[in-house]
């Protein structure tokens, strides 16, 4: 599966990717709106194309929207790869992958879309946490869940102490959700998600092991 991933910083989340060598996949370009994305460096040590589309040099964000949309219709991937991708994507290019783009969110979505998560969950008093792997859908972080994972927010966590804990998990779950992707498992057919060709009600749930 001809795979594209989209970063706008340091790329860890691309580097599990990288290393969990997933069955069936091939990334055959890593985009950044950010050029001195670290991301960017990490595909050029592993013999990946990197790609930059400036935000900063556009004048108006359609500008930027059309030149990204570009960029990826040059390569026609089998599926786009969010990961830290920090600009709300256009609608014409999400509906263009529908079914065939997937996010990473800190969150166990549909609680706290957007940002700040961390600490919106622990002044909430909330007692759990975690991440979500999901279909991308134009409305911001609501496609459908494929898998989560969930860490209790322990009294003494602070925002970074709980991100470095939920970050545990985005790099097992989102190979994993990858993975299941590239074997053909895992379909999206009119915004339902179907596991093996069964309708996946919920997303699966992983726990954070005591010992983290």
Avoid: C
Avoid at 89 to 108: C, T
Avoid at 200 to 209: D, F, I, K, R, S
């Amino acid at each position: 599966m001809r795979s594209v991933v989209m970063v706008s910083g340091s790329g860890t989340n691309l580097q599990a990717i990288l290393d969990a060598q997933i069955a069936d996949l091939e990334i055959v370009a890593v985009v950044s709106d950010n050029p001195e994305a670290y991301g960017l460096q990490r595909a050029i040590d592993a013999g990946i194309t990197a790609i930059t589309v400036d935000y900063q040099s556009f004048a108006k964000r359609s500008d930027f929207d059309d030149a990204l949309y570009a960029a990826i219709e040059q390569i026609k991937p089998d599926l786009i790869v969010l990961a830290g991708f920090m600009r709300i994507l256009a609608g014409d290019l999400v509906n263009r992958y529908d079914g065939r783009m997937i996010n990473i969110h800190p969150s166990l979505l549909p609680a706290y879309p957007g940002l700040n998560t961390h600490q919106r969950a622990i002044d909430a008093g909330e007692q759990w946490h975690g991440t979500t792997v999901h279909f991308v859908i134009p409305k911001l972080d609501a496609g459908p869940s494929i898998v989560q994972y969930q860490v209790a927010i322990r009294p003494s966590d602070t925002a970074e102490s709980l991100a470095d804990r939920v970050r545990i998990g985005e790099y097992l779950i989102y190979p994993q959700a990858i993975a299941m992707l590239t074997s053909g498992q895992l379909k999206l057919e009119n915004n339902v998600v179907y596991n093996n060709g069964q309708e996946l009600a919920a997303p699966e749930v992983l726990h954070e092991q005591e010992n983290n």
